[in-house]
T-cell receptor, first 114, second 112 residues
């Protein structure tokens, strides 16, 4: 069964460093998302992406964040200058169409900022 | 901003019993979904119910939706130890971009 994959599974970085989290969505999916979950808290929407453009972003997704689909398979989330409060699980998700459909989530990348 | 809130926050039952989790939300929606998360893992979609539906079944899962009360419930019948996980409701808040707004979740423990 097709699945969303994410790399790395765990990333440790120092405050102020740039990190890139990578995701490979399901191949025929056209809509891509990033969410994060701070330990013990609920899953929060960051951004949705379609046709090489951001469709919607949350207040969390400030200028330090960016997303890119550099080729036909990868979808990346970049944090330019990490802060301690960026420590969280980051989940990538994809869906075949937009709107009233299920999203398929990857296993997540645990980002630890020290 | 909209929040989905589940109750109870934690639920512990014996294998074979039924588990009921509730979710409330604040704004209008197109659909409501339930997801499961095993400890330290990603979310797995369980079931989706549209705003014009009142009840939906999928295997041992039964979901109800009451848009007048802005609430939903997830019933897992004949629970198994493998059902131990956190369960989240998620709404779209009438967004058409696919954005999901998750609740705090209910942690379910099913004892063998």
């Amino acid at each position: 069964e097709p699945e969303v994959t994410q790399t790395p599974s765990h990333q440790v970085t120092q405050m102020g460093q740039e990190v890139i989290l990578r995701c490979v969505p399901i191949s025929n999916h056209l809509y891509f998302y990033w969410y994060r979950q701070i330990l013990g808290q609920k899953v929060e929407f960051l951004v949705s992406f379609y046709n090489n453009e951001i469709s919607e972003k949350s207040e969390i997704f400030d200028d330090q964040f960016s997303v890119e689909r550099p080729d036909g398979s990868n979808f990346t989330l970049k944090i330019r200058s990490t802060k301690l409060e960026d420590s969280a699980m980051y989940f990538c998700a994809s869906s075949e169409v937009r709107g009233v459909v299920e999203q398929y989530f990857g296993p997540g990348t645990r980002l630890t900022v020290t | 901003s909209q929040q989905g809130e589940e109750d109870p926050q934690a639920l512990s039952i014996q294998e074979g019993e039924n588990a009921t989790m509730n979710c409330s939300y604040k704004t209008s929606i197109n659909n409501l979904q339930w997801y499961r998360q095993n400890s330290g893992r990603g979310l797995v979609h369980l079931i989706l119910i549209r705003s014009n539906e009142r009840e939906k079944h999928s295997g041992r899962l039964r979901v109800t939706l009451d848009t007048s009360k802005k609430s939903s419930s997830l019933l897992i019948t004949a629970s198994r130890a493998a059902d131990t996980a956190s369960y989240f409701c998620a709404t779209d808040g009438s967004s058409n971009t696919g954005k999901l707004i998750f609740g705090q979740g209910t942690t379910l423990q099913v004892k063998p």
